[in-house]
């Protein structure tokens, strides 16, 4: 039997972004997230970079926080590359 670690965030804010890796072509925004299933408690709140695939993916879910306080929440597997593209 397989299982799979998949770790639930919750985006709360952009900070930055969005910015190309020229070397790969991805897309990332630097975002305030919750993790919804801490190993640690203190480790609850963090800055983390989520990639996408276009600049039209990144700038519409930085976009979302324009006119909403409420946050995106996001899966992904571990070792998946694209954390969220939509």
Known sequence: ??????ATFK???VKDGP?????TGM???LCWVEDCDPED?????FDEEVPF????NAYNFKKHFE???DPILIEFRAGMEIKYDG
């Open 67 to 69: 006119s909403s306080i």
């Open 53 to 56: 695939s276009t600049f039209t």
């Open 11 to 13: 985006v709360h804010k």
């Open 41 to 45: 408690p203190d480790d609850v709140m």
């Open 1 to 6: 039997m397989v299982v799979e670690n998949i």
């Open 27 to 29: 897309w990332w925004l």
């Open 19 to 23: 910015y190309q890796d020229e070397d």
